[in-house]
């Protein structure tokens, strides 16, 4: 089983623990140069504020709305991270920081702990040693765990921030609900092509021929680790 742990609106996040005065107010973060939006609050992307956002544009928007916008600081979202990360190697010998606010870890032998009681244990630790909140998706893949962290974000009230795909069924049911654009490595552009095909959700593209989606991902991408095919591997293994 791997574990996906990913810090919540990661930037803002960092933000609110130094200024606690901040929960619950919408929060942006600007790029270098504080070009345009690279990270929002819940109560922002509620208000409707796309990443990507120029600032420039949005700043009557931001006024109006009382949005509390920040420049990014990189050294310490960097310092936070590190934080996050060395609560998360306790947990697992076997962890992959896959970015400056998630990472993977690789449960080997793993199996009879109860992965929810797990997955909440870890996330008060980094809560409570941070202050910083996550989400955590369990599953029998990096890809799965992709998608059970998606799910565990979505439905944070339902889920208590932790997600477990561990059978056909909950497989089956995940990628009913996925979103074809939302599966790690497909991407925008490989999705609208998709969706031309009426493959609109993550188990639609699972259920094609398998012949079908290698022609396509050798086609369409160079890069094998990176080609549909591949990913509907990962999607389907148990």
């Given at each position: 089983?791997?574990a996906l742990v990913d810090c919540n609106n990661f930037y803002a996040s960092c933000e609110r623990v130094f200024n606690p005065k901040?929960?619950?107010?919408?929060?942006?973060?600007?790029?270098?140069?504080?070009?345009?939006v690279i990270s929002r609050s819940n109560e922002a992307k509620a208000l409707g504020i796309p990443m990507g956002a120029p600032a420039?544009?949005?700043?009557?928007?931001?006024?109006?709305?009382?949005?509390?916008?920040?420049?990014?600081?990189?050294?310490?979202?960097?310092?936070?991270?590190?934080?996050?990360?060395?609560?998360?190697?306790?947990?697992?010998?076997?962890?992959?920081?896959?970015?400056?606010?998630?990472?993977?870890?690789?449960?080997?032998?793993?199996?009879?702990?109860?992965?929810?009681?797990?997955?909440?244990?870890?996330?008060?630790?980094?809560?409570?040693?941070?202050?910083?909140?996550?989400?955590?998706?369990?599953?029998?893949?990096?890809?799965?765990?992709?998608?059970?962290?998606?799910?565990?974000?979505?439905?944070?009230?339902?889920?208590n921030g932790v997600y477990i795909i561990n059978s056909r069924e909950e497989r089956e049911k995940a990628l009913k609900w996925l979103?074809?654009?939302?599966?790690?490595?497909?991407?925008?552009?490989?999705?609208?092509?998709?969706?031309?095909?009426?493959?609109?959700?993550?188990?639609?593209?699972?259920?094609?021929?398998?012949?079908?989606?290698?022609?396509?991902?050798?086609?369409?991408?160079?890069?094998?680790?990176?080609?549909?095919?591949?990913?509907?591997?990962?999607?389907?293994?148990?």
């Amino acid at each position: 089983m791997f574990a996906l742990v990913d810090c919540n609106n990661f930037y803002a996040s960092c933000e609110r623990v130094f200024n606690p005065k901040l929960d619950k107010k919408p929060i942006v973060i600007l790029s270098n140069n504080d070009g345009c939006v690279i990270s929002r609050s819940n109560e922002a992307k509620a208000l409707g504020i796309p990443m990507g956002a120029p600032a420039f544009k949005y700043d009557p928007f931001f006024k109006r709305n009382k949005v509390h916008v920040f420049s990014s600081n990189f050294p310490l979202y960097g310092d936070m991270s590190s934080r996050v990360m060395n609560i998360l190697s306790s947990y697992s010998p076997n962890i992959e920081v896959y970015s400056i606010d998630e990472a993977f870890l690789e449960l080997k032998g793993f199996e009879n702990y109860n992965l929810e009681e797990y997955g909440k244990e870890i996330r008060k630790k980094i809560l409570k040693w941070t202050g910083i909140p996550v989400s955590i998706g369990f599953a029998p893949t990096k890809a799965l765990a992709k998608v059970a962290n998606r799910i565990s974000k979505k439905f944070d009230k339902k889920t208590n921030g932790v997600y477990i795909i561990n059978s056909r069924e909950e497989r089956e049911k995940a990628l009913k609900w996925l979103k074809i654009e939302d599966v790690w490595g497909i991407g925008y552009k490989h999705a609208t092509r998709l969706k031309s095909y009426k493959i609109n959700k993550a188990y639609d593209f699972i259920k094609l021929p398998d012949d079908w989606v290698r022609t396509v991902s050798y086609t369409h991408l160079r890069a094998h680790e990176t080609s549909l095919h591949l990913v509907c591997r990962l999607l389907l293994e148990k």
